[in-house]
């Protein structure tokens, strides 16, 4: 999509203009499977957190009712996670899931209301053609959306249906990510990925891309993330019950903004 100033000015919210780089944390699985540990008391995590990242991606009820803990110049830019699904419910959960489903709760202008810097959507790989289909409309559609109220739109690639296998998994990955930035994606989450596909999508993404990490990463993994053309990590919420969290955090902001 052709450059955009409002765009441009609310990414600089969470992807630091002067290194082109971001450390970003997921507080929304709570929604699909319940609160996680370290994730109880959301008043209490966003206290923690909001500043050591640069973004926190939140539900809409989530922003609505803890705004004053987000925003403004010495805290996290909130995200607005716009969707839901059901996908993340195994067999051993309380209620799993005997149709996968993906629903959009919140759209641009809600997220925008709510003071959201960005909006951040699901994207489902390996769940069958026809979820498949209807996530890519659904998708393009919010980037049209978005495109109008200078908004921008991140994916969140997810490929995590039964057919994925360790086969075609970084295949499906480099898929994603042809799908959404033909979608009209404004920047990219993906999953952990070895450094060939890292390096392959680095060169080839004309629009930033992070990835998802569920352990704080060593000096030496973002080093390597950066050095293969990656824009930052979005940690999510397992890293939270760590011991010495507030320190670890600190000092992964030191090294991802060195």
Known sequence: MSSNVGKNIRMSDFIDSRDNRCLML???????????????NISETLG???AVFDGIILNPGQLEHHAELVGGKMRAAPLVRIDWTNAYRDKDFCLPASTVTRVTLSDGEDALGLGASAVVATFLLGFGEDPESENIRSISLLARECYRLSLPLLVDVRPIGGRI????????IKLGTSFMMEAGADALILPDCDAETCALIGKWASIPVMLRLDEIPTGEKIEQLFNLGMSGIVLSEK???ASGIEEKLTSLKQLVHC
């Open 239 to 241: 890293i939270l019950p």
């Open 26 to 40: 997921d507080l929304t699985l709570a929604s699909s499977v319940g609160a996680q540990p370290g994730t109880e």
């Open 48 to 50: 923690r957190c909001n």
């Open 165 to 172: 296998s360790s086969d075609n998994y970084m295949g499906s």
